[in-house]
């Protein structure tokens, strides 16, 4: 099994920044794809940002050029750069990593994970 967990959510004013974080655990061989999705209340969960390990990104089209997606293979950990917020860009936010697993010591397996999530809230 593979875990996701992220943090750096919270409270934050419309036109400030935040910095959230995903570190990957388990028995990873490699991971293929990381991101980040979001989802607010009763609405479908959308694309913020995806990475490959060799660093090729994808943005949704609202958050091109305010939001930044990084990743550091070594620690199997993956940021989002959240800068100049807007009060529509309040979600839960989820990360989401892909890749190559091993099972009881000699099985390779591939496996898709998801976060728990967390809440970014931008208001005044």
């Known amino acids: 099994q593979v875990q996701l967990v992220e943090s750096g959510g919270g409270l934050v004013q419309p036109g400030g920044s935040l910095r959230l974080s995903c570190a990957a655990s388990?028995?990873?061989?490699?991971?293929?794809?990381m991101g980040w999705y979001r989802q607010a209340p009763g609405e479908q969960r959308d694309l913020v940002a995806t990475?490959?390990?060799?660093?090729?990104?994808d943005y949704g089209d609202s958050v091109k050029g305010r939001f930044t997606i990084s990743r550091d293979n070594a620690k199997n950990t993956v940021y989002l750069q959240m800068n100049s917020l807007k009060p529509e860009d309040t979600a839960v936010y989820y990360c989401?990593?892909?890749?190559?697993?091993?099972?009881?010591?000699?099985?390779?397996?591939?496996?898709?994970?998801w976060g728990q999530g967390t809440q970014v809230t931008v208001s005044s």
């Open positions: 388990g028995n990873i061989i490699s991971i293929n794809t």
């Open positions: 989401n990593a892909n890749g190559v697993m091993v099972l009881r010591g000699t099985i390779f397996t591939s496996f898709a994970s």
């Open positions: 990475i490959t390990s060799g660093g090729s990104t």
